[in-house]
């Protein structure tokens, strides 16, 4: 019933095709295949095989979807992808091997283990404005973990949905692994669906919309969002160093447009001016006297987007408060990187996630003022991030400051540690992946219990009687000389 | 105007604020101060568990009791190690950096609990929360409500007002609840109002634990072996099945399959030991629980009233009403697609299901919804194996039934319908815990290649980082590789 017509006419995917779609994949679910350890090495080689062969069409579709410049492209999709693929390759037998699980005297003899299976058929979610990553690193993960997947990529990154969807035809088990490309529409039809899981990385509105479908089936969900993840700047660091890491993980990462960009700086009223100094040293060394004109800038994703920014920086109150940049393009859309400082904290630059090239600095008397105001703005962010050399900052920082994760002295390269879980809390999200995370996340960890015959305690079964009672007390405390005490006949006291 | 429920809610959400729940010490001496309660409250406990659901005081020990007590002991024991951060791995390209997950609370948290295990189902997440530093507030059910009163005096007497409070009412009450936004809500109950449940979740994106239920099946396939080992496969079928609240259990036996040939010698052997246990006849009962209510006693009444189903009985199958007991009733061969076989029991009715041959178990199990437990009487290791990989459940139990239970390192949770989320032991911290990354850097060394403007160089320098392929970043600086 779908047609795969590239022509103008292409049938629609409404509920009936996406029920189609689902039947498909739960019927190749349920013949094994996707369980078996060849086919998900079998996979994850291909997809290691498609990025290295059509890394320059990827770059394209990036240039074409973002302006992406090729670096970023090539470094924070692409490889990251590999390392992805690479690592579960890797792992993958040791994730998969069932774990042993402690049991205690209350259930002598017995043996226990937690056995990792697959969910079945998930549903995975990207966003636009790390098409690649965001819809295949997922897919990594679910693949795995032995799943037959769906992967609908966003429309709002045109050039990389189509891509995606003829690489993953070309290059994976279209039996198992499908990519159903379109719009709201398209997404609603597949969110009636009943799925073993979804995975959606986006933005909390339609968050609620997917958990709500989600809910309809008891479907499991992991939700990547974002917030405005703030920066801290204290004083006595390498400012130079600093500065020009806020840079990478801001402008450096899609121009702003990153769920773990760093939103908005948080410094004292000292020390702002050297900041703002060095901020512009650096961006002209990194960009040139116009921003405009570097090639190193990814553009803004659409003229929505674009709207939506200049709305920001045009606000009465904030318009006032640019320190450096401001630059515009609306053709091109193109936004340089613009700073602004002491904006009033109910601007609307301060209330929504900005996704942009403007970078609001707040400031604070003293340092340590920066928690208050990091929790009294509401939300929990996905990323927050601190610099500085003392350590008694440091340590309230990490104790007190709630967000999927933090990171000192740097700015967003946590995502390229496998080891820890990357994932929100609140209004960031809930759920994690990533590493072995990624596999747990699509797995079900079943618990398995053996017993033996041997060791029946026939103080289970009625008739009870209250030196049963005694005697089931000590079995529950696991305490072997309470057992002995009881089994003798004394009472526990 | 705020309601006195959101002003309590508001307090839970101050204290939250303030730090009152996070130090270790604080708790410790909450837990403490649980056990203490069941401690010395253990006889109103039994009262009450015998009033709501006529629990005999072995079976209130067993199933409620003396697991709490057992779950806040290992709790304490342990809590100082779950607390800690754990180190977590970091590539040598970025060193010395240091990485590391810290657990958090998540805030205030709401703890819907059921009927059936009145106490358990409600402390036992308390304890998870609690450990985990939230506050929380917990919402008992009202259908066992001598222990929901037990509950609502009780825990003030003993636990931190501020942080832990206890609401009473029904299902209106619960439904103000939901519209509020918590950080995280556990529910216990079943797939209807589980899905409600996530629904409100949904609006305020609120992660839930949801610990529903299902048709949880018995394969018997070890009446052929030796007389004494089906002797004991009949005893904790029989234990399996009535001993937790007379079969009212997200955890008990639903169904039993067995082979045809093997069919009567199963029935004998239960009827015999359902009379060792309970009493000749429904006159005689004893040791059982008794039916919770008029409306969960007039569904079971109506599964048997399909006469196909009521044909079916071959042992028990009286009721009395005014005393709400159902005798333990065995049924053979029910209409499959009568709802007895269509829906969870969650009652004294066992319907035992005759196979050909017991591997066509599997596909029969996979044709209903996930459970939350599969039971498994079988020595044979190759059937073992293909029950693990062919069917999926929350749990696997081999040889018994129930005692999965009681065993702290095993997730507790189901999948599927059957819900998802997990607890008991460490998992009940973790569920009630945020897992935050942290990445400690030091401002050296600088990885030049990251900052713009880019070249061919840095990338192919950052693409060889990436892979973690020191020896050929050691080439390219020295120059033996090209861009």
Redesign the interface.
């Known amino acids: 019933m779908l047609m795969e017509n590239k022509a103008e006419n292409k049938a629609v995917f409404d509920a009936e095709s996406a029920k189609e779609v689902v039947k498909e994949l739960r019927d190749s679910f349920v013949t094994?295949k996707t369980?078996s350890h060849r086919w998900r090495v079998t996979q994850l080689k291909a997809m290691l095989k498609m990025l290295d062969e059509n890394e320059p069409q990827i770059v394209a579709a990036l240039r074409d979807d973002l302006s992406k410049?090729?670096?970023e492209s090539?470094?924070y999709e692409i490889?990251?992808l590999?390392?992805s693929c690479?690592l579960a390759l890797k792992e993958m037998n040791h994730w998969m091997m069932p774990e042993k699980?402690?049991?205690?005297l209350?259930?002598f003899p017995?043996s226990?283990e937690?056995?990792s299976?697959p969910?079945?058929v998930v549903l995975v979610i990207s966003a636009w404005n790390y098409p690649f990553l965001l819809s295949l690193d997922p897919v990594v993960g679910a693949i795995s973990a032995g799943n037959a997947i769906v992967l609908k990529p966003s429309e709002m990154a045109p050039a990389s949905s189509s891509l995606i969807a003829k690489l993953v035809a070309d290059y994976l088990d279209s039996s198992c692994i499908k990519v159903v490309e379109g719009a709201v529409p398209e997404t609603s039809a597949l969110l009636e669906q009943k799925w073993?899981k979804i995975l959606y990385t986006g933005n909390?509105r339609v968050?609620?919309i997917v958990?709500?479908a989600?809910?309809?089936h008891?479907t499991?969900v992991v939700?990547e969002?974002g917030g405005k993840s703030p920066v801290i700047v204290d004083s006595n660091?390498?400012l130079k160093?600093?500065t020009?890491r806020i840079?990478?993980g801001k402008w450096?990462c899609n121009n702003g447009q990153a769920c773990i960009s760093p939103d908005y700086i948080i410094t004292t009223k000292d020390y702002a001016t050297k900041l703002v100094d060095s901020f512009k040293c650096e961006l002209e060394r990194?960009?040139?006297k116009d921003p405009l004109e570097?090639k190193?800038l990814s553009r803004i994703v659409n003229s929505n987007h674009f709207d939506r920014l200049s709305k920001l920086m045009d606000e009465e109150k904030v318009s006032s408060k640019i320190v450096h940049g401001g630059q515009r393009n609306e053709k091109n859309l193109q936004i340089a990187p613009t700073i602004f400082l002491d904006v009033p904290v109910n601007s609307l630059i301060m209330k929504e996630e900005i996704f942009g090239p403007l970078l609001p600095i707040i400031t604070v008397d003293k340092v340590e003022q920066s928690f208050d105001l990091i929790?009294s703005s509401g939300g929990k962010p996905l990323a927050a991030y601190l610099f500085t050399?003392n350590k008694k900052l440091?340590r309230k920082f990490?104790e007190t400051v709630?967000?999927?994760?933090?990171?000192?002295?740097?700015t967003a390269?946590?995502l390229?540690?496998h080891?820890?879980?990357?994932g929100g809390?609140?209004?960031s999200?809930?759920?994690?992946y990533h590493g072995k995370f990624s596999f747990d996340a699509f797995s079900?960890?079943?618990?398995?219990?053996?017993?033996?015959?041997a060791g029946?305690a026939f103080l289970?079964?009625?008739?009870?009687?209250p030196g049963?009672?005694t005697l089931?007390?000590a079995l529950?405390?696991?305490s072997i000389v309470g057992i002995i005490r009881a089994l003798l006949g004394w009472f526990w006291a | 105007m705020l309601s006195s429920m959101e002003k309590s809610i508001a307090e839970l959400r101050e204290t939250f604020?303030n730090g009152g729940t996070k130090s270790i010490s604080w708790r410790k001496s909450q837990l403490k101060a649980l056990l203490q309660l069941i401690n010395q409250n253990e006889d109103s406990i039994f009262k009450a568990l015998d009033q709501d659901l006529g629990k005999?005081?072995?079976?209130s020990?067993?199933d409620e009791v003396?697991?709490l007590?057992?779950s806040v002991?290992y709790t304490l024991s342990c809590l100082e190690k779950w607390v800690a951060p754990k180190k977590?791995?970091?590539?040598l390209l970025?060193f010395p950096a240091k990485?590391e997950?810290?657990p958090?609370p998540?805030?205030v948290v709401l703890i819907f609990s059921s009927w059936n295990f009145p106490f358990t189902l409600a402390l036992d997440p308390l304890i998870g929360a609690i450990s985990a530093g939230n506050t929380v507030l917990l919402k008992p059910s009202d259908l066992a409500p001598a222990c929901m009163s037990f509950l609502v005096e009780t825990i003030p007497k003993y636990l931190d007002n501020k942080a832990v409070k206890v609401l009473a009412g029904g299902a209106d009450i619960g439904e103000r609840l939901l519209q509020l936004k918590w950080?995280k809500i556990f529910f216990t109950g079943s797939?209807r109002v589980?899905?409600?449940v996530?629904?409100a979740?949904?609006?305020h994106?609120t992660?839930v634990t949801?610990e529903?239920g299902g048709k949880s099946p018995a394969i018997v396939d070890?009446l052929s072996t030796t007389p004494?080992?089906a002797k004991?496969?009949a005893?904790?079928i029989?234990?399996g099945k009535w001993?937790p609240c007379t079969g009212q259990a997200c955890i008990a036996i639903d169904y039993v399959l067995v082979e045809e040939k093997l069919a009567s010698t199963l029935i004998e052997l239960l009827k015999k030991t359902i009379k060792?246990?309970?009493g000749e006849n429904i006159k005689s009962l004893?040791?059982?629980s008794r039916i919770v209510n008029k409306h969960q006693f007039q569904r079971l009444v109506n599964l048997l009233k399909d006469p196909n189903v009521a044909d079916s009985i071959v042992y028990g199958g009286s009721v009395d009403e005014e005393k709400l007991v159902i005798e333990p009733t065995i049924l053979l061969d029910p209409p499959l697609d009568s709802e007895i076989m269509s829906e969870e029991i969650f009652g004294p009715l066992l319907p035992i299901i005759t196979l050909k041959n017991i591997e066509e178990s599997i596909d029969f199990i996979n044709s209903k919804s996930n459970p939350l437990v599969i039971y498994a009487f079988t020595e044979d290791d190759t059937f073992k194996k293909r029950i693990?990989?062919?069917t999926?459940?929350?749990?696997?139990?081999?040889?018994?039934s129930m005692?999965?239970f009681?065993?702290?390192?095993?997730?507790?949770g189901g999948?599927?319908?059957s819900?998802?989320?997990?607890y008991h032991g460490k998992y009940s911290f973790d569920t009630f815990s945020?897992?935050?990354?942290?990445?400690?850097?030091?401002?050296?060394p600088?990885i030049e290649p990251?900052?713009?403007?880019?070249t061919d160089f840095?990338?192919l320098f950052?693409?060889l980082a990436?892979?973690f392929d020191y020896f050929g970043l050691i080439l390219l600086l020295l120059g033996f590789k090209r861009s």
Request: glycine residues 10%.
């Open positions: 094994g369980k410049p090729e670096f090539s470094l490889q990251m590999k390392n690479r699980a402690k049991t205690s209350t259930t017995s226990a937690i056995v299976e969910l079945g073993d909390g968050a609620r958990m709500a989600a809910a309809k008891l499991p939700l969002l660091i390498n160093v600093a020009r840079i990478a450096g990194f960009y040139g570097s190193d929790h050399n440091k990490v709630s967000a999927g994760g933090l990171v000192v002295n740097d390269v946590h390229a540690i080891s820890l879980p990357f809390v609140g209004e999200g809930m759920g994690s079900h960890k079943k618990a398995v219990l053996y017993r033996g015959f029946d289970r079964y009625p008739p009870y009687t049963k009672l089931l007390q529950l405390s696991g | 604020k005999s005081p072995v079976e020990y067993r003396g697991v007590k057992k002991t977590a791995e970091v590539p970025f990485a997950v810290m958090q998540l805030g950080d797939p589980g899905r409600l996530m629904a979740a949904a609006k994106l992660p949801l529903l070890t004494s080992k004991v496969t005893k904790r029989v234990g001993g060792r246990f309970y004893k040791n059982i693990l990989s062919e999926s459940s929350g749990t696997v139990t081999f040889n018994d005692v999965q009681l065993c702290d390192s095993l997730p507790f999948v599927g319908q819900g998802f989320g997990r945020h897992e935050k990354s942290i990445m400690h850097r030091g401002f050296y600088e990251r900052y713009p403007p880019w840095k990338l950052l693409k990436y892979q």
